[in-house]
C-alpha cells in the first residue's frame, strides 16, 4: 500500500494512494519538459555567453523559459504535493510566456531582433512550446490527488474507475 493521499479535505479520513508513478504518457510529458529544460539551457547559455550585447531582452527570455522548463520538469517528475503546485505555476508561467512573447513577437518585431525559445509561438521548436504547457496542464489536472480521493473520475485514468467501483459498491452496501 502506498502512502495516502493529502489534499482531500473533504473525505476527512486519509485515503491510500493507489497511484503509480508517472507511466506513459506522463513519463513521456516529463521527458519532454527534460528536454526541453536542456536545449533552453544549452541555447541561453551559449547566446548569452557569446553574443550577448546583440539581443539582450530574446536571450534573457530564452534563460528565463530555460529555468521554467527546469521547474517544470522537477516539479512534474516529483508529483508530491507542494511540488504539483510548483508545477501549476511553471506550466501557466510557460503557456502565458509563449503566448505573450509570441504576440509580442509577431506585433512588435523591433523588441526580438533574434528569436528566443517562445517567439512567434515557438516556432523554432516546432510550435512545442505552445502545445507543452497546455499538455502539462491537462496532466497535473487528469493526475490529481483530491479529485481521485472525491470521487471525480471523470476522465482521471485507471486509479479513477477503480474508486469509482469502489464508491458505487459501497453505496449499493448501504443501500
Partial sequence: ??????????????????????????????AAY????????????????????????????SAFSALVYIAATIALAHNGRRMRRVGWIAVAIELVG?????????????????????????RGYGFVPLVLP???????????????AAGDTHRSGRAGAVRQRANRDERQEKA
Avoid at 512573447?101 to 509561438?121: A, I, K, M, N, R
Fill in 98 to 122: 509563449v503566448v505573450l512573447v509570441g504576440t509580442l513577437s509577431l506585433t512588435h518585431p523591433e523588441l526580438f531582433q533574434h528569436d528566443s525559445v517562445w517567439s512567434l509561438y515557438g
Fill in 1 to 30: 500500500m502506498n502512502a495516502p493521499l493529502d489534499g482531500d479535505p473533504a473525505a476527512g479520513a486519509a485515503v491510500p494512494d493507489t497511484r503509480r508513478p508517472a507511466y506513459g504518457a506522463g513519463r513521456a510529458l516529463i
Fill in 34 to 61: 527534460g528536454v526541453f529544460a536542456l536545449a533552453a539551457s544549452a541555447r541561453a547559455s551559449v547566446q548569452l555567453i557569446r553574443d550577448s550585447s546583440e539581443a539582450p531582452l530574446a536571450y534573457t527570455l
Fill in 134 to 148: 497546455v499538455l502539462g496542464i491537462t496532466w497535473l489536472w487528469r493526475s490529481s490527488p483530491g479529485r481521485i
